[in-house]
């Protein structure tokens, strides 16, 4: 069972939706839906402990019309839920995923900054840098972690 099956994220998807269905019709405008989907990332980056950031709003809303079956310019639940799903991503198109970004930046964050961190440091020892052996690794792969993410930032 993946996490776009999973009970909690149909219930976040569903909190998401009701919060936004400000008139109870079952029935939201692109507008609201997104909000509702940055809803879902706020509370599942709440959840995990790295945080993803949300799809850009014109893609939300090219997510809308692609979902909004009927063509009439609102999403009832289940269409907001087949398009949250997709959010989570699908076996063709998993490096798409909510799932990768997750597994990307966690990976980045416990494994690729802290090694990184601590060869830099030994060579830097090795070396002799004034001062290296009074660095902890800790904040040097925070630093390493900030300088990738600012760059991918740019790139994007």
């Known amino acids: 069972m993946g996490l776009k099956d999973s009970r909690m994220f149909h219930k976040y998807a569903r909190t998401a939706f009701d919060e936004i269905d400000m008139d109870k019709t079952g029935r939201v405008d692109y507008k609201e839906v997104c909000i509702g989907i940055l809803k ?50 699908s076996r063709k198109k998993f490096t798409e995923s909510l799932v990768w970004r997750y597994f990307s930046v966690l990976t980045l964050k416990v494994v690729v900054c802290p090694l990184a961190a601590g060869y830099l440091l030994q060579y830097l020892r090795s070396v002799g840098a004034p001062l290296a052996h009074k660095v902890p690794a800790a904040p040097l792969a925070s630093m390493l972690e900030m300088g990738i993410k600012y760059v991918a930032a740019k790139a994007d």
Request: hydrophobic fraction near 40%.
């Open 40 to 89: 879902i990332y706020d509370r599942l980056n709440a959840t995990f402990p790295a945080h993803v950031i949300a799809p850009k709003r014109t893609e939300m809303l090219d997510m809308c019309k692609k979902y909004d079956k009927d063509g009439s310019g609102t999403i009832e639940f289940e269409e907001f839920l087949n398009m949250s799903n997709v959010l989570v991503g």
